[in-house]
């Protein structure tokens, strides 16, 4: 961005930006816009199994909104898609994943989502579910 001044007038430039669904965001030469970034990601992602659900637990920043959790069923696929906690962010470092079938190995990452946006993912983890074993005679 530039501004362009002369001696009695101050031209401001702007540049506005359409994001997404309708979301705007401009930036003028007085520095306006922000230069905030997404937080860090989510780190010590852990994964057990509980009663027939997966548990997962992580380290996160203070200064966050939430958290977004993803599951998948192929390794290093990313993030995509709706997150598995639905469409609002949770509010803890904690999640459990009922809606897990015994015998499938599942795939999680974890974002922190905050001001600036959502952050780059955490680190994978991965976790199988066993049937449990046919009870004794």
Do not use: H, K
């Not at 007038?9 to 007085?30: F, N, T, Y």
């Not at 599951?71 to 993030?79: F, H, Q």
């Not at 459990?96 to 680190?123: I, K, Q």
């Amino acid at each position: 961005m530039r501004c362009f001044r002369s001696p009695s007038v101050c031209m401001r430039a702007l540049a506005v930006v359409v994001l997404g669904a309708g979301g705007l965001w401009g930036m003028g030469c007085d520095g306006g816009g922000s230069s905030a970034e997404p937080p860090s990601p989510p780190t010590n992602l852990q994964a057990t199994t509980t009663n027939g659900a997966v548990s997962l637990t992580w380290n996160g920043e203070s200064a966050v909104s939430g958290y977004n959790v993803y599951r998948s069923t192929t390794a290093d696929s990313g993030v995509g898609g709706t997150p598995v906690n639905g469409g609002s962010p949770l509010g803890q470092t904690e999640f459990t994943d009922a809606s897990v079938e015994a015998g499938t190995r599942y795939y999680y990452r974890v974002t922190a989502v905050g001001e600036a946006g959502e952050s780059e993912p955490s680190s994978e983890v991965s976790i199988r579910l066993f049937p449990s074993p046919p009870p004794r005679p």
